[in-house]
């Protein structure tokens, strides 16, 4: 088959290897699209050290080659159905696992639900890890409720524009932040009422205030974890979903409990939330928002792009 895999030192490449041979109640799927994540490039660039040479990948859609059955990938692995959290950090396809940016790839059943009916094969490849990961935020970690206003930091990236989605289906007031207008005024398009541009308004809490202040941040850039709680109202919660700026930062600790705030921490979402992410998706009438879609043989500038974060919305590769 033709996949995309990284080797030691970084270097991606679009390669023939050999197809994949599934293990005890593991079935082949025929990858139709795969989604492209931030994870990729971390993988790619040795954040996380894992044996090389790695087809990579989180997402994707496809047919079971065994019964023919449309489906959409969850790309977790260790976290049992009914458990608030995994016994430790859960596993996430596409490394140390092949993953995705392939024609075929190996999965346990448990991983392969039914792809929605409503969404495009592109959509519901671009949709499982940062889709799962805002509706595990919003909803099992924040416990947002209707009417409540929620802020999504850095408008336009896939968890940010799910986020907003979501968020905006279930009743919530959106705001976000961005450093450019031509995105806030994208977020508008799907959900949002309002948005900073952070970039011109270096006190963007303040601003944020002005327009009623959040019950809710939800903050995938680490380094503003001061700031996200500025931005907050009385018992306010930031749930940190990512550390796309940095991973150091500082608190003003007195200010935090005198104003009942919270900080939750989370990251991607157990097969029971994909259940009730996927029930959202049949009952809302949104679109998973596609920048472009390539040819898997581009994956590598695919990846580059990512990183400059121009576009808005989800990368997506097509397997076949």
């Known amino acids: 088959m033709q996949a995309v895999r990284v080797h030691e030192g970084g270097e991606v490449v679009y390669e023939t290897v050999p197809d994949p041979v599934p293990g005890d ?23 996380y050290p894992y044996p090389m040479p790695l087809v990579l990948g989180s997402d994707g859609a496809g047919i079971r080659r065994d019964t023919g059955e449309e489906v959409v990938i969850y790309p977790g692995f260790g976290w049992a159905r009914g458990a608030d ?17 392939a024609e075929l790839v190996a999965l346990p059943v448990e991983n392969l639900f039914p792809k929605p009916a409503r969404l495009s094969w592109e959509e519901a490849a671009a949709f ?16 947002i409720r209707q009417g409540e206003t929620v802020l999504v930091l850095g408008a336009g990236s896939g968890v940010s524009t799910f986020a907003v989605q979501l968020a905006s289906q279930a009743g919530a007031d959106v705001l976000v932040t961005s450093s450019s207008d031509e995105k806030i005024e994208r977020a508008k398009q799907i959900g949002a009422r309002a ?36 931005a907050l109202r009385m ?3 930031v749930v940190v979903l990512g550390a796309t700026g940095g991973t150091d930062v500082q608190l003003q600790v007195r200010n935090f409990y ?14 029971d939330e994909m259940d009730g992410l996927l029930r959202m998706v049949e009952a ?15 994956a590598a500038d695919v990846l580059d792009r990512l990183v400059r974060g121009a576009h808005f919305g989800k990368l997506v590769l097509a397997c076949s």
């Open 25 to 47: 109640r593991e079935v082949l799927v025929e990858l139709r699209f795969a989604g492209v994540n931030r994870r990729d490039k971390l993988v790619s660039g040795g954040t």
């Open 85 to 101: 959290h995994p016994p430790q950090i859960v596993g996430i396809l596409g490394g140390p696992r092949d993953g995705t940016y």
């Open 128 to 143: 499982p890890l940062a889709a799962i990961t805002a509706y595990r935020a919003l909803f099992s970690r924040a416990r």
């Open 195 to 230: 948005g900073v541009n952070y970039a011109s308004t270096p006190d963007w809490p303040a601003a944020v205030k002005e327009l009623g202040g959040a019950d809710v941040v939800v903050d995938s850039v680490g380094s503003t974890w001061q700031q996200s709680v500025e």
């Open 235 to 237: 018992g306010g919660r």
């Open 258 to 271: 005198f104003h009942h705030h919270s900080l939750l921490g989370t990251m991607l979402g157990g097969p």
């Open 284 to 298: 809302g009438a949104w679109q998973p928002v596609i920048a472009s879609v390539s040819p898997l043989s581009e």
